[in-house]
């Protein structure tokens, strides 16, 4: 504490005056600081207690907060793959941030933590923190980015009854869950498969549990996995294919693996441990699998050798950054998306063509993301960006699926009499949308379990 004189002795009067100009004895002055108002009685609050609004967010809530800080969404998919929480966020160094569990560059590691810090020190001199910013009603993507009326307006219409008719087939759209942990409720609905039953088995992630839905879109069986003490981390199923003897591969993000079951839910041998992955399918008796983070296409054997490997950064022709889904054609070619748009390749990693992007004419996609093949080997892509999904033919034809649905993010697709697609929204709406196509000849499509659909999760 100062000594006040001259002028301004007689206005400070003996009113606290504590000089914080000088940086290399702000530590000092600080504690000068704290001893005088607990001398007064006046209550300090502690770091602990100045952290908790930190602590106490959610993988979601942090997910959410990156996504502000307009960084790429290869490391939002990090930090959601590595489950961290905002206690983890407080706990996390530079070398955390620039080692193998995150693989991040200097300066935007130096980017998160300042802006950590800077939440930090807003709270623990009781200032109202403008950050975190929770974009409550966004997903993580980078373009285009939407206000909150916007993306209400572009909510979902459900249509009941009698099908809409669009052309020479009859369509139904609707949604199914809601954000919860009871059979039917999904927190981050990610990958699916369509087992030959005809039932729908979605990864549930953060829930840790791959539900299964029946045909009429109830859960009727979930696989929670593993008991205690298997695996090191957490069970955080992400993806999920189905081999043609019921097989069932799942990526376990959690634990950076592809646990094989089969039809009894019994873990068979687990796969590809360390491999931090996106998308997985199936190729006869190979896995395709993508690595965002690390630019990659690679295809294993179905017991986890690797076969093949190509690096978006490495190749002359068909580059891409940041690969997404990956899906198989009838005729054995890999369809993979990308940032740029959607690449084609032949069953032995070769570049075949591409679509989407700007330099290849037809539709430009934005943010494109998950991907799968009809049995007329139509392709199906999330263009989440552009809010629509995107059907293409063999020979190039575009159609645009009438949806009408938000950030699509992963797709599936049955073939029958009813043409059944599913699509989780995942961001902010934790549901299924389901898209039922039938021809106007056919039975009408049952919705009573089809449920309107819930606004963002805020």
Partial sequence: MLTVDGWLGPIMGSKLWIDFSDEMKFDKAMEQLYFELTAKGVQVMSTKESNSGLVSMDVDSICEWLVGLQLDESIVTTFRQNCVTGEDLVALTEEDLMGDDFKISQFKTKKILRKRDEILSELSTGVSPSTPKIISNSSPTITP??????????????????????????????????????PGEFNCPLGMAWAPSGRLLVADTNNSRIQILNTDFRCVDMIILPPTGTFPQPFIPWDIAISHNSLYFVYDAGNKQIIVLNDNKEIIRTICKGENLWSIALMGDKILATDRGGHRLT??????????????????????????????????????????????????LKFVSSFGSESCGGPQLCDPTGVCIDKRNNIYVCDRGNNRVIRVTEKREFAVVPTEIVDPEFIAISDGKTTRIAITQTWGYNHVALVLKTRKSSKKIRSEEITSPVPPEK
Avoid: C, L
């Avoid at 459900?158 to 669009?166: A, L, N, S, Y």
């Avoid at 940041?322 to 005729?331: D, E, F, G, L």
């Fill in 299 to 348: 295809a294993f054997t179905t017991t986890g050798e690797k076969i093949a490997e190509i690096k978006g950064d490495e190749v002359q022709v068909g580059r891409f950054e940041s690969p997404r889904s990956v899906a198989v054609t009838n005729n054995n070619e890999i369809v993979m998306s990308h940032n740029h748009g959607i690449n084609i390749y032949n069953s032995d």
């Fill in 145 to 182: 980015r939407r206000t909150e009326s916007q993306t209400k307006s572009a909510r979902p219409k459900v249509i009941f009854g009698p099908p809409k008719d669009h052309g020479t087939s009859s369509w139904t759209v609707g949604v199914v869950g809601k954000k919860g942990n009871n």
